[in-house]
């Protein structure tokens, strides 16, 4: 395991165990105000028990394992290709592809709740969101061998140019 993800999963952890909750019965419950007991506004700090720390410390529940397996895989899946990319001095191309992937996202959904359905299918927006990426990404290798614009600039063209469209279709 190498230092930046132990890094990460420390991260996880004290954000996990972390003691500060808000009481949330002070902003949905509107019949303590009328009870007398407090005020809708009421922002006050309720500390965690140490049984909730251990609850969270332990992985009991089940959203913290969730939590907890998702962002380790993201965190190693990301510094891997993050490592890589960094190395081949690419490392725009991430957030390049990033965006390139979102008009993608939108036509998908636009074009699902044309044809009747709600627009949240995960493999319609997958579908989308992997054209146009790989959509992006050709651009800028063609932006990049047919004129003399250097990659970074490629990049930050795509970048751009399909973030932009993404918000037009919005």
């Not at 969730?66 to 190693?76: D, K, N, P, R």
């Not at 990319?85 to 709740?113: E, Q, Y």
């Not at 044809?115 to 959509?135: D, N």
């Amino acid at each position: 395991m190498n230092v930046w993800m132990r890094r990460s999963l420390c991260l996880v952890w004290l954000v996990l165990a972390s003691g500060l909750t808000l009481d949330a019965a002070a902003f949905h419950d509107h019949s303590r105000s009328a009870q007398g007991q407090g005020s809708i506004t009421d922002r006050s700090i309720e500390w965690p028990t140490q049984d909730d720390i251990l609850r969270v410390v332990l992985l009991k529940d089940y959203n913290t394992r969730l939590v907890v397996v998702s962002a380790s895989l993201l965190g190693t899946a990301c510094g891997l290709i993050g490592g890589f990319l960094l190395l081949r001095k690419r490392s725009l191309m991430g957030d390049t592809l990033s965006h390139a992937t979102l008009p993608g996202i939108c036509l998908a959904f636009m074009v699902m709740t044309a044809v009747g359905g709600s627009g949240k299918a995960l493999g319609g927006l997958l579908l989308g969101a992997g054209l146009t990426g790989v959509l992006g990404f050709v651009t800028v290798l063609v932006i990049r061998s047919v004129t003399r614009i250097k990659d970074d600039a490629a990049m930050g063209i795509v970048l751009s140019v399909f973030f932009g469209l993404s918000l037009i279709h919005i």
